[in-house]
């Protein structure tokens, strides 16, 4: 996905937000805006945001030399999360239908996320897409999609959703006992976004193979990912793309087989999708050739 001049003041208001986070140095803040007015000023407003957020935070860092200022709301955020782990286990296997349930609860808890700057409520959040299901409804394309797969990249976005995507994991594995399911963190800190170490705080590695991308932008750029990371996104057969950073860096991939579930939380992202902000999405990528289920009577 394309940026726009939009997200150039959200990017100035992430700034100011992180650099608060980062130092109490009111000299220190302001330094921030003005290097990242100057990062912004030269950077091409057509590139996919979490491109230019890369760079901004990047800048942010290189001034306030705190690389995780973040980290105690993300343990904050897991910590919520993890109080409603059980009661979404419960909610998952009281269901006539486990797995889009896992699905749904997956899906909003795109809400938790602090680069967005608006106050969120995990739980009236997960409530309410049990209610009302998502606005915009791919899992039946989803579940198709699984069942004729072997090798799954699970591409993971903040902090405390993390709990809810190894609920959906947890379900998918007991669905396709065969696939074998890989779990993407970000390669360094970024806003709220999950690493290595927010990833094994949760227990995730108990349910997927987690894997870094190699790089510290807040979504999956491919041309930013280490050699790595590519060679098993190359090897899925499919990708599940939690969050809207990773809906900006994949959404104009046209040579795999994505899906995307996110909460569209900002006016940007809600225009591209078609929908109101605030909408729950699970949708599928467009690509070049349908990937169909082989004909074994052929």
């Known amino acids: 996905m394309r940026g726009y001049l939009d997200c150039f003041p959200c990017f100035l208001r992430q700034a100011l937000e992180t650099a608060r986070l980062s130092t109490p140095d009111e000299n220190l803040q302001s330094l921030v805006l003005d290097r990242v007015m100057g990062v912004l000023r030269h950077m091409d407003h057509r590139n996919p945001p ?12 290189e001034v306030t ?4 200022p973040y980290q105690e709301l993300k343990k904050k955020s897991d910590e919520i999360a993890l109080e409603l782990y059980p009661w979404a286990k419960e909610k998952v296997r009281a269901s006539r239908e486990p797995l889009k ?5 997956a899906c909003a808890a795109n809400v938790v996320d602090f680069g967005i700057g608006k106050p969120f409520d995990l739980k009236r959040n997960l409530d309410e897409i049990l209610r009302k299901g998502p606005d915009i409804d791919g899992r039946d394309g989803l579940i198709e999609a699984l069942g004729r797969s072997k090798r799954l990249l699970y591409a993971g976005d903040n902090a405390g959703e993390i709990v809810l995507d190894k609920v ?3 379900e998918i594995k007991a669905s396709f006992p065969g696939l074998e399911i890989q779990f993407a963190v ?13 990833a094994h705080r949760i227990g995730m590695g108990d349910a997927a193979r987690v894997i870094s991308t190699g790089s510290g932008m807040p979504g999956v750029c491919l041309q930013a990912c280490s050699a790595g990371f590519l060679e098993n996104y190359e090897r899925a057969d499919i990708v599940i793309a939690k969050g809207q950073g990773n809906y900006e860096a994949l959404s104009s991939e046209v040579n795999k087989e994505i899906f995307f579930l996110l909460k569209a939380k900002c006016p940007v992202i809600a225009r591209e999708l078609g929908v109101p902000v605030g909408s729950y999405i699970i949708t599928r990528s467009k690509i070049k050739n349908k990937i169909h289920k082989p004909n074994i009577n052929k």
Do not use: F, Q, S, W
């Open 65 to 68: 030399h705190c690389t995780d």
């Open 186 to 198: 970000r390669g360094a800190p970024v806003i709220n976004d999950v690493t290595l170490i927010d």
């Open 101 to 105: 349930t896992a699905m749904c609860l």
């Open 50 to 61: 979490p491109v230019i957020a890369g760079v901004v935070y990047e800048a942010i860092k």
């Open 168 to 170: 959906l994991v947890e």
